[in-house]
């Protein structure tokens, strides 16, 4: 007999808010107690797992939702994205609370960055630009513009909804995946600024995805009760692999663990589900939250053990988990 889903190990209450965004940084003062950072209404607010309580509430973003953050390299630089169309740049070191620098964006959607490390102290950022359907791809921390990704004319992706860079390995030219509001998901070759491969993974906008770039394999969710995987062959063509017809529909976020084991998606339907990567097995349902869940994250502990899950809400709740975190 399957056993019942457990409980969260706690909760984190006080935001107030909706919680649009979670991220994890293991690599603080103290190595079993990570810092989880969460994007609210105008706030990031950096949580003492260990108390339970918000340490600090970085205040850069206009009262505007904030929807992405990341930390950028070394432990004390933040990046935070927000409804203000504005990406700050904080400097976290010895207790600090300041923006050093912020990028405007001048796009009006909900679609995430995405950040990749390139070289030591190099990154680029990718975000939806103002032009409806092109991606601008930043150098990071120059903030110079190295790539515009336009779709061809008459192609009618609508909006990138959802962004992922990501290289082999370090060196490796970057390429990008983004999710479209016509349901495709496209390959980007930076470097030629070209589509690689375009693939109909939905029927709806696609809300989510991450990509494993070992397997060269990657999972989509959109607002229908389709999660799509696919795979890129050695021609660079992206294919499906395998759909998975969810109960209820809408899936805000999708996200693989960094052992590539499981991974963790964000339901309409309150829910958070466990799947296994390699088969998408389904392994547990999560039942807690009483609103969307918008965002779940991992943490990178360097022992598997003390690994958790994060789930953030629109009940203004934070569920934090410690689920098959020995496999």
């Not at 495709?184 to 030629?192: R, T």
Request: aromatic fraction near 8%.
């Amino acid at each position: 007999m399957a056993l019942p889903p457990p409980d969260p190990e706690f909760v984190l209450r006080g935001t107030n808010a909706a919680v649009h965004t979670l991220h994890f940084s293991c690599g603080g003062q103290e190595p079993d107690f990570p810092i989880l950072f969460s994007g609210q209404n105008g706030f990031v607010h950096v949580w003492n797992l260990k108390t339970r309580r918000v340490n600090t509430a970085l205040d850069g973003h206009g009262r505007k939702s904030v929807y992405w953050v990341e930390m950028m390299g070394a432990k004390d630089r933040l990046l935070s994205q927000g409804r203000d169309q504005r990406i700050c740049l904080w400097d976290l070191a010895e207790g600090r609370t300041s923006v050093m620098d912020s990028v405007f964006t001048e796009n009006v959607g909900f679609c995430r960055c995405s950040l990749l490390k390139v070289a030591q102290g190099r990154w680029l950022l990718a975000m939806a630009a103002k032009s409806l359907e092109e991606v601008q791809v930043l150098e990071l921390p120059s903030k110079t513009s190295v790539y515009t990704l336009k779709p061809e004319v008459g192609a009618k992706l609508g909006m990138p909804m959802c962004l992922k860079l990501w290289q082999l390995d370090s060196g490796s030219r970057p390429w990008l995946l983004a999710g479209y509001e016509d349901g495709s998901v496209i390959l980007w070759n930076l470097s030629m600024g070209k589509v690689s491969s375009q693939l109909v993974c939905h029927q709806e906008p696609v809300m989510s995805l991450d990509f494993d770039s070992e397997k060269a394999k990657g999972i989509s969710g959109s607002s229908e009760k389709v999660l799509s995987i696919w795979s890129l062959n050695e021609q660079q063509n992206l294919q499906v692999r395998k759909t998975h017809e969810l109960i209820n529909s809408g899936i805000s976020d999708i996200t693989i663990r960094s052992d590539k084991k499981i991974l963790a998606t964000a339901g309409w339907d309150h829910r958070i589900r466990i799947f296994g990567w390699k088969k998408l097995k389904p392994l547990a349902v999560l039942d807690y939250h009483t609103s969307t869940v918008h965002c779940v994250s991992f943490s990178d502990h360097r022992n598997p053990s003390e690994r958790l899950l994060a789930a953030g809400s629109k009940d203004h709740r934070i569920s934090v988990w410690s689920i098959y975190a020995q496999t």
